[in-house]
């Protein structure tokens, strides 16, 4: 997406607890505007999944940011892979127009219970046409 003109990050948290927002936000640069925080862990009920509520309460007990929208989503629901078209379902996503942002989500099913999936288009190649 980057190749293509887009900017956009990702930021892969691979130790969940003791939480550490200092490593974490040494990592994000402070031209951030838009965050989405994907978890495999759906807290039913609560207001947002465990990442989310602590990255959201992160930037929120950081002033040197001015984060816009946060998005949630859950993805791997039913054992389902990630795959790059839904990176960029996420990434679609952050791009709209704050009114028309989704900001809770799931990823890779459709959800007719709560409507809250994200549309994913067509596969996408995203490695090189050498690599197999």
Request: proline share 7%; net charge neutral.
């Amino acid at each position: 997406m980057n190749k293509l003109g887009g900017k956009v990050g990702v930021l892969n948290v691979h130790l969940y607890r003791p939480w550490s927002a200092k490593h974490f936000l040494s990592e994000v640069p402070k031209t951030v505007k838009r965050v989405a925080i994907l978890d495999k862990t759906d807290e039913g009920g609560a207001h947002g999944n465990p990442l989310f509520l602590d990255v959201t309460a992160t930037f929120a007990e950081s002033p040197e940011f001015a984060i816009e929208a946060f998005t949630g989503g859950v993805y791997g629901i039913g054992g389902k892979g990630f795959l790059p078209n839904m990176a960029k379902a996420v990434f679609d996503n952050l791009h709209l127009p704050l009114d028309k942002l989704q900001r809770r989500y799931d990823i890779g099913i459709v959800d007719d219970v709560t409507g809250r999936s994200l549309p994913i288009g067509p596969n996408i190649q995203a490695l090189s046409p050498d690599i197999t």
